[in-house]
């Protein structure tokens, strides 16, 4: 669809074929190939960062394993459908373009622009989440050790043949035991262990796997190192979503103008391409992060 190429006529409109090109046909193909030169520069550079997960995943695999645990996959899932359903309406707006329907090729990509929101209001309520639990990179990350009183006064034990005031004591040396904290087995359920639970230093203990009365729970340290790798790779994609979503804003007021006519609808397709490649890259990161176990 976008590799057709204008009409070559003797009535082609040259208005917006620059001096240096004989015909619309001409500059449309230095436009494909240009543009098919930036794309590969831009898989380059995704490929370099699976090249990263792939190392960190092979030297941690403990990490990637429990850490996915804590991301939500039917967001992700959402997200995805999101993104496809916009590679449709573009591909459908630059079909438009080529036949002359300037109208509908500005509704469709207002559509497609429409989804690139959504799926960037989607992403916000997955960081704001991540935010406010403290799963985040490198230093950030929020260890349990953070919230807890010093060991002096946390390891003091508590038996059921304790006083009173030894009681009251460990009461107010252990603030998140007290009635506005949720309950034990609340928070051991799978929905609601998005917060790091475990003693061991960064450390978390996976949503399926419940600690057990008597048994040790089980831990994994530097969790921070998946987070990290997480939010570069989706902050990465989500700038290039920013970026997508200008030029379609641009391109469809262009469109609504009545600049693109069957012979002239280059920047449209350039457009469709980068947002393609944009969708692509999702259809990677969703099972690399959220599913691969």
């Known amino acids: ?53 792939a190392v960190f995943r092979a030297n941690n695999p403990e990490i990637f394993q429990h850490a996915h645990h804590y991301l939500s996959k039917p967001l992700g899932a959402l997200n995805t459908v999101v993104l496809l359903c916009s590679s449709f309406t573009v591909a459908a707006a630059v079909r438009a373009a080529q036949l002359g329907r300037s109208r509908q ?21 997955e960081y704001q989440h ?29 038996t059921a043949s304790a006083s009173t005031a030894g009681a009251d004591s460990a009461a107010l040396t252990r603030p998140e035991q007290s009635d506005s904290a949720p309950s034990a087995t609340a928070a051991e359920e799978p929905s609601a262990t998005f917060r790091p639970v475990t003693l061991a230093p960064r450390g978390l203990r996976a ?45 469809t007021w262009r469109t609504w103008a009545g600049a693109f006519t069957p012979l002239y609808f280059t920047p449209v397709a350039m457009v469709a391409l980068y947002w ?18």
């Open 207 to 251: 949503p399926d796997e419940p600690a057990r009365a008597g048994t040790p729970q089980q831990q994994v340290r530097n969790v921070q190192t998946f987070f990290a790798v997480y939010f570069l790779m989706t902050g990465l994609h989500a700038l290039h979503v920013l970026v997508g979503l200008g030029l379609i804003a641009w391109i």
């Open 1 to 53: 669809m976008i590799g057709n190429s204008p009409s070559t006529s003797a009535s082609a409109d040259l208005r917006h074929v620059a001096h240096h090109f004989e015909s619309p046909a001409q500059q449309f193909d230095a436009a494909v190939q240009g543009m098919w030169l930036f794309l590969a520069t831009e898989i380059l550079l995704f490929a370099g960062l699976f090249c990263l997960y």
């Open 130 to 158: 991540k935010w406010k639990e403290g799963l985040l990179w490198g230093f950030h990350f929020r260890s349990p050790e953070a919230e807890t009183p010093p060991a002096s006064a946390a390891e003091v034990p508590v």
């Open 105 to 125: 090729s500005a509704i469709l990509l207002g559509l497609t622009l429409a989804c690139g929101l959504g799926f960037l209001a989607v992403k916000y309520v």
């Open 276 to 293: 393609h490649l944009v969708d692509l890259i999702w259809i990677y990161l969703f099972p690399l992060l959220y599913l691969i176990h």
